[in-house]
T-cell receptor, first 114, second 110 residues
Framework: DAGVTQSPTHLIKTRGQQVTLRCSPK?????VSWYQQALGQGPQFIFQ???????QRGNFPDRFSGHQFPNYSSELNVNALLLGDSALYLCASSQDRTGTYEQYFGPGTRLTVT | DAKTTQPPSMDCAEGRAANLPCNHS???????VYWYRQIHSQGPQYIIH???NNETNEMASLIITEDRKSSTLILPHATLRDTAVYYC???????????FGTGTRLTVIP
């Protein structure tokens, strides 16, 4: 049973560029959430996707956008990268159809903006 | 969601029980207590959750006080692999996201 997978593992981008991160949920899960974790801090909620729509959003600017595909996988896009966007980006999946809200996290993508 | 307060760090001897406290004095009746941990450079890992009764699974036990204003996560026999940051999170029923604080950094000492 594959867990949550994310790609790429590491990424280096230049300020002003755009980046796309990918996530495949745990088998049987239908909901994907994205979190940003700065060094030394706890993860911060960016947004959640369910049935291919953004269901809830945290306090992040519109430069952060996402998408969920029919197979439940998801992408996180960040435009006009800032140095402050350097962080570990975590994807978490859950199965909300059955009311099982425990979120299972992937290993994350380490983004460095120079 | 109610705010939680945890000590920033704790040490525990290998083989002994690790007791991690969490204060959530403003918790509401429909809010659950969740515990996650994050081992260095990995994603957070779900440990256990509860509403008002004590809970136990293969990883840990969760003790919630009768007034629900605080809880304790117990790792019965800590190993070096339990060294991690432990997050206590209060989450209302049906909430879609988790609010992480800064957690407790547990170091298990040989």
């Amino acid at each position: 049973d594959a867990g949550v997978t994310q790609s790429p593992t590491h990424l280096i981008k230049t300020r002003g560029q755009q980046v796309t991160l990918r996530c495949s949920p745990k088998s049987g899960h239908d909901t994907v959430s994205w979190y940003q974790q700065a060094l030394g801090q706890g993860p911060q909620f960016i947004f959640q996707y369910y049935e291919e729509e953004e269901r809830q959003r945290g306090n992040f600017p519109d430069r952060f956008s996402g998408h969920q595909f029919p197979n439940y996988s998801s992408e996180l896009n960040v435009n006009a990268l800032l140095l402050g966007d350097s962080a570990l980006y975590l994807c978490a999946s859950s199965q909300d159809r059955t009311g099982t809200y425990e979120q299972y996290f992937g290993p994350g993508t380490r983004l460095t903006v120079t | 969601d109610a705010k939680t307060t945890q000590p920033p760090s704790m040490d525990c001897a290998e083989g002994r029980a690790a007791n991690l406290p969490c204060n959530h004095s403003t918790i509401s009746g429909n809010e659950y207590v969740y515990w996650y941990r994050q081992i260095h450079s990995q994603g957070p890992q779900y440990i256990i959750h509860g509403l008002k009764n004590n809970e136990t699974n293969e990883m840990a036990s969760l003790i919630i006080t009768e007034d629900r204003k605080s809880s304790t996560l117990i790792l019965p026999h800590a190993t070096l692999r339990d060294t991690a940051v432990y997050y206590c999170i209060v989450r209302r029923t049906g909430a879609n996201n988790l609010f992480f604080g800064t957690g407790t950094r547990l170091t298990v000492i040989p």
